[in-house]
């Protein structure tokens, strides 16, 4: 069974930084891009950061351009998402996530990780 556990998440002041990690099992995700999301109380979810599977070449959400930093250890099967200078407003549930739909396989997801960032 494929899973996808973040961990990492907590309670954090602002300006202060967390390091969020995917560990996937079940399957290797070495040649998938990785994502990470977040969903805040009463919003949608939305798209933090995006690693690419050929090169490790990044793509992040404007809001968090030159505050996060994605990368990933393929030999551990698992994504990071290093976050720094946090504010109040990247209090959310963070979600990694491997889109396997292109070649047919799944969406998974993981169960998210709360960060609460206080001001």
């Known amino acids: 069974q494929v899973q996808l556990v973040e961990s990492g998440g907590g309670l954090v002041q602002a300006g202060g930084s967390l390091r969020l990690s995917c560990a996937a099992s079940?399957?290797?995700?070495?040649?998938?891009?990785m994502r990470w999301y977040r969903q805040a109380p009463g919003k949608e979810r939305e798209f933090v950061a995006r690693?690419?599977?050929?090169?490790?070449?990044?793509y992040y959400a404007d809001s968090v351009k030159g505050r996060f930093t994605i990368s990933r250890d393929n030999a551990k099967n698992t994504v990071y998402l290093q976050m720094n200078s946090l504010k109040p407003e990247d209090t959310a549930i963070y979600y990694c996530?491997?889109?396997?739909?292109?070649?047919?396989?799944?969406?998974?997801w993981g169960q998210g990780t709360q960060v609460t960032v206080s001001s």
């Open positions: 996530n491997v889109d396997t739909r292109v070649s047919g396989g799944p969406n998974y």
């Open positions: 690693i690419s599977w050929i090169g490790g070449s990044t």
């Open positions: 079940g399957r290797s995700f070495s040649s998938s891009d």
